[in-house]
């Protein structure tokens, strides 16, 4: 099972939003990362069918997905940022009427709907109202939706905007829970939201695919390295404009800086682990021209 896109390009008014991208995904979870403005939610418009390349074609098991047509929609789930329910329905209408409206058999759909609220944690509250639920628990509904189908590729576009970190965790635990025999795109700006769940890593950046790979290899592949180093306040400027400062925490006449750049930036400077964070913000800072030492 794989999906591939080729030499995808969106052009609005002479401008690439989407830039040659060409990438082949297969089952795993998959994180697209990006800045927001990066091209990512119009790349998932085209992945979903809901847009139409200028250039380029993206296909399901070698097959045109605009062509495919029905038959790409049966093995597409899709929860968008901000999905539609009703607040005053209760899950189980409000999936039954889902399901209705993607043609699933009632019988077919009562089964997944039961096992699928089990999955998603929702089951003890059916009946209840949806604008009674937390942000969490509606994501969580969104995500039953959008697997209503048993999808073969699901794409979620910033799908924890809003949570608190505890619905975030139990969120990602779902995902992996789901990624066995699915291609799950999960698209998003913020980096712990795919680095410890994510089997391969996209780093977009003005329409462009920059990077891919898991995260151990993004950060092997990494030209500079983190360091750690104290120094007196009036030399702290100087010091911030030989790379990228991840941090910076004042104390009395010192300051606590950890920053990017090639070669130690002072005598006695601490080396410390790179993170994806790290590759995140080299990727991106790099291409908007911010001098980086390398």
């Given at each position: 099972?794989?999906?591939?896109?080729?030499?995808?390009?969106?052009?609005?008014?002479?401008?690439n939003?989407v830039?040659?991208l060409?990438?082949?995904?297969?089952?795993?979870?998959?994180?697209?990362?990006g800045?927001?403005?990066?091209?990512?939610?119009?790349?998932?418009?085209?992945?979903?069918?809901?847009?139409?390349?200028?250039?380029?074609?993206?296909?399901?098991?070698?097959?045109?997905?605009?062509?495919?047509?029905?038959?790409?929609?049966?093995?597409?789930?899709?929860?968008?940022?901000?999905?539609?329910?009703?607040?005053?329905?209760?899950?189980?209408?409000?999936?039954?009427?889902?399901?209705?409206?993607?043609?699933?058999?009632?019988?077919?759909?009562?089964?997944?709907?039961?096992?699928?609220?089990?999955?998603?944690s929702?089951?003890?509250?059916?009946?209840?109202?949806?604008?009674?639920?937390?942000?969490?628990m509606?994501?969580?509904?969104?995500?039953?939706?959008?697997l209503?189908n048993?999808?073969?590729?699901?794409?979620?576009?910033?799908?924890?905007?809003?949570?608190?970190?505890?619905?975030?965790?139990?969120?990602?635990?779902?995902?992996?829970?789901?990624?066995?025999?699915?291609?799950?795109?999960?698209?998003?700006?913020?980096?712990?939201?795919?680095?410890?769940?994510?089997?391969?890593?996209?780093l977009?950046?003005?329409?462009?695919?920059?990077?891919?790979?898991?995260?151990?290899?993004?950060?092997?592949?990494?030209?500079?390295?983190?360091?750690?180093?104290?120094?007196?306040?009036?030399?702290?400027?100087?010091?911030?404009?030989?790379?990228?400062?991840?941090?910076?925490?004042?104390?009395?006449?010192?300051?606590?800086?950890?920053?990017?750049?090639?070669?130690?930036?002072?005598?006695?400077?601490?080396?410390?682990?790179?993170t994806?964070?790290?590759?995140?913000?080299?990727?991106?800072?790099?291409?908007?021209?911010?001098?980086?030492?390398?």
């Amino acid at each position: 099972m794989e999906l591939s896109l080729l030499n995808v390009t969106k052009t609005y008014v002479d401008v690439n939003v989407v830039d040659h991208l060409s990438i082949h995904l297969q089952p795993g979870i998959i994180g697209l990362l990006g800045e927001n403005g990066a091209g990512k939610t119009t790349l998932i418009r085209m992945l979903t069918a809901l847009m139409k390349p200028s250039a380029g074609k993206i296909c399901f098991d070698g097959k045109d997905i605009f062509k495919m047509d029905g038959d790409y929609r049966k093995v597409l789930g899709y929860l968008p940022q901000d999905f539609g329910y009703y607040p005053d329905m209760n899950p189980l209408d409000y999936l039954g009427y889902i399901a209705s409206v993607k043609a699933i058999r009632p019988a077919l759909a009562k089964r997944r709907i039961k096992d699928l609220l089990q999955v998603v944690s929702l089951w003890e509250v059916r009946k209840k109202k949806i604008k009674k639920f937390s942000g969490g628990m509606i994501q969580r509904l969104g995500i039953a939706q959008a697997l209503l189908n048993d999808p073969k590729v699901l794409i979620l576009d910033e799908p924890t905007a809003g949570l608190d970190p505890e619905e975030r965790y139990r969120f990602r635990q779902l995902l992996c829970s789901l990624a066995s025999d699915k291609i799950i795109l999960l698209s998003t700006h913020i980096v712990s939201d795919v680095e410890s769940i994510a089997d391969q890593i996209l780093l977009m950046h003005k329409g462009k695919l920059l990077d891919s790979g898991t995260v151990e290899e993004l950060i092997q592949g990494m030209p500079i390295c983190a360091w750690k180093i104290k120094v007196s306040r009036y030399q702290a400027d100087s010091i911030k404009q030989k790379g990228i400062v991840t941090s910076s925490t004042q104390s009395h006449e010192y300051e606590n800086i950890r920053i990017l750049c090639k070669e130690s930036p002072i005598p006695g400077a601490t080396q410390d682990a790179c993170t994806l964070e790290d590759v995140f913000l080299f990727y991106n800072r790099k291409k908007e021209n911010i001098h980086v030492v390398l």
